[in-house]
């Protein structure tokens, strides 16, 4: 219960940011963005209310795989760090709360605020699906809605643990700009690196067991795989252009569940490991 405290006073006070209110209703207008353009391809190909929505999915997965890490980033990276640096977490540790409480109060919370600005975002493209073309699936977008929170969750993860690791939120800031470069950029490149190393082309008719492998970790493709789980949709998934039953399991769209849930809990266990044990 003492984490379940902490995470409501968190809630309360993380939720008033201008920044995330900013990127909220920025997020809000790319689901409205993502209706409109659900609702042209709609009309192009005639097609019904829950192919609609899955087109709305298809418009909305690739900013939602930007956006959101960078909202949970934004919140999750100073929930330790900015206490420590304020000197207010040895006032919040003498209440009856132990590191870990205060920890997973803080992911708890953060969550929260995350999982707020995502529904109002969705919300919105929900309303849009409506306005634009007067029927819509909810069982299939509530469906992508909880994925996406959960996407955040794994990103709130990432930054408190980070958070956690550091004294400062300007350390704490370095360490999730190196986590947006290397998931965004570095990744990439270095497979296609590695990719051109041993094919000698990145223009192979078959794409090696490894590079679907490597290509499959990043949090953002096990987002997309596990959208694709979800809602059968193969071509919201990486392994779209192959056939499901030669990739190897870890590129399979049920397996973007295991990615996330080790994205999330490694690095909030080795924060957690560390604030455990580090003087204040």
Same mark, same amino acid.
Request: hydrophobic share 55%.
């Given at each position: *219960?003492?984490?379940?405290?902490?995470?409501?006073?968190?809630?309360?006070?993380?939720?008033?940011?201008?920044?995330?209110?900013?990127?909220?209703?920025?997020?809000?207008?790319?689901?409205?963005?993502?209706? %409109?353009?659900?609702?042209?391809?709609?009309?192009? /190909?005639?097609?019904?209310?829950?192919?609609?929505?899955?087109?709305?999915?298809?418009?909305?997965?690739?900013?939602?795989?930007?956006?959101?890490?960078?909202?949970?980033?934004?919140?999750?990276?100073?929930?330790?760090?900015?206490?420590?640096?304020?000197?207010?977490?040895? /006032?919040?540790? +003498?209440?009856?709360?132990?590191?870990?409480?205060?920890?997973? =109060?803080?992911?708890? =919370?953060?969550?929260?605020?995350?999982?707020?600005?995502?529904?109002?975002? /969705?919300?919105?493209?929900?309303?849009?699906?409506?306005?634009?073309?007067?029927?819509?699936?909810?069982?299939?977008?509530?469906?992508?809605?909880?994925?996406?929170?959960?996407?955040?969750?794994?990103?709130?993860?990432?930054?408190? =643990?980070?958070?956690?690791?550091?004294?400062?939120? &300007?350390?704490?800031?370095? +360490?999730?700009?190196?986590?947006?470069?290397?998931?965004? %950029?570095? $990744?990439?490149?270095? +497979?296609?690196?590695?990719?051109?190393?041993?094919?000698? &082309?990145?223009?192979?008719?078959?794409?090696?067991?490894?590079?679907?492998?490597?290509?499959?970790?990043?949090?953002? &493709?096990?987002?997309?795989?596990?959208?694709?789980?979800?809602?059968?949709?193969?071509?919201?998934?990486?392994?779209? *252009?192959?056939?499901?039953?030669?990739?190897?399991?870890?590129?399979?769209?049920?397996?973007?569940?295991?990615?996330?849930?080790? $994205?999330?809990?490694?690095?909030?266990?080795?924060?957690?490991?560390?604030?455990?044990?580090?003087?204040?």
């Amino acid at each position: *219960m003492s984490a379940i405290a902490v995470a409501k006073k968190d809630f309360r006070d993380a939720v008033r940011s201008r920044v995330l209110i900013g990127l909220t209703a920025l997020f809000a207008l790319f689901t409205a963005g993502g209706a %409109f353009v659900a609702s042209w391809a709609s009309e192009l /190909f005639e097609e019904g209310g829950a192919q609609s929505t899955i087109d709305l999915i298809l418009a909305l997965q690739t900013p939602a795989g930007f956006l959101v890490p960078i909202i949970a980033l934004i919140v999750g990276y100073g929930a330790i760090a900015r206490e420590r640096e304020s000197g207010s977490l040895k /006032f919040l540790l +003498g209440l009856p709360h132990r590191r870990r409480d205060v920890v997973l =109060g803080k992911v708890l =919370g953060r969550t929260g605020v995350v999982a707020v600005s995502i529904l109002v975002g /969705f919300a919105v493209g929900l309303a849009g699906l409506f306005a634009f073309v007067g029927s819509v699936s909810l069982v299939d977008y509530v469906a992508f809605t909880l994925v996406t929170v959960l996407f955040g969750f794994v990103y709130v993860c990432i930054g408190v =643990g980070i958070s956690s690791l550091t004294r400062s939120t &300007t350390r704490a800031a370095v +360490g999730v700009i190196v986590v947006v470069v290397l998931f965004w %950029f570095l $990744w990439g490149l270095v +497979g296609q690196a590695l990719l051109f190393a041993t094919e000698g &082309t990145l223009l192979v008719q078959s794409l090696p067991d490894w590079y679907l492998v490597y290509s499959s970790l990043p949090p953002g &493709t096990a987002y997309g795989s596990a959208i694709s789980a979800v809602l059968g949709e193969t071509q919201l998934a990486l392994t779209t *252009m192959y056939d499901i039953e030669t990739v190897p399991l870890v590129a399979r769209p049920w397996f973007g569940f295991v990615l996330l849930a080790i $994205w999330a809990l490694v690095p909030l266990g080795v924060g957690l490991s560390w604030f455990d044990r580090v003087d204040l």
